[in-house]
């Protein structure tokens, strides 16, 4: 019997650790390691989602961090609503509070102006590329996009 008892008390204890039962109770569990481009990847998505069919809603601006909804008072911008898109590059900086992604997209409409003084669209088709900077907000901890540029298949920036 004794030896059927070690036995049992043998398995119940590798059962246990197995299971992550063997942790000191005084040691909080380590959270699972995530990919600092994790946030990063999602507010582009997210972005790039909401301005699919219109690149300047308030779905789309949520996404826009405040310096950027700024510079797009002032500034001549063009968007692009999208059918499809994809991202085929990503880089975080060494920080890790800044990520580039690279891709292109399939262009609907071609929306250009201002925030203050309003936008026009037209038509457009064709593919196009784009690079869309995306930070970590300070004090927030959120990501959101801070810059958007397109460039034509010819190499020319819209």
């Not at 968007?79 to 900086?93: C, G, H, L, M, P």
């Amino acid at each position: 019997m004794r030896i059927i008892g070690k036995l049992a008390l043998t398995c119940l204890t590798g059962a246990l650790a197995l299971a992550g039962c063997n942790r000191d109770a005084t040691r909080p569990a380590s959270a699972p390691s995530v990919s600092p481009l994790h946030g990063a990847r999602e507010a582009a998505d997210n972005y790039l989602r909401a301005a699919a069919s219109d690149p300047v809603s308030a779905k789309a601006k949520g996404w826009w961090s405040d310096s950027f909804a700024e510079r797009l008072q002032m500034r001549e911008s063009v968007f692009y609503s999208a059918k499809d898109w994809s991202i085929s590059v990503q880089t975080v900086n060494p920080t890790q509070d800044e990520a580039i992604f690279e891709g292109t997209l399939e262009r609907k409409v071609r929306v250009t102006g201002t925030t203050k003084a309003g936008f026009v669209e037209e038509p457009a088709k064709g593919p196009v590329s784009f690079t869309l900077r995306v930070s970590k907000q300070k004090g927030e901890g959120h990501w959101r996009v801070d810059d958007v540029q397109y460039e034509e298949s010819s190499g020319k920036k819209p």
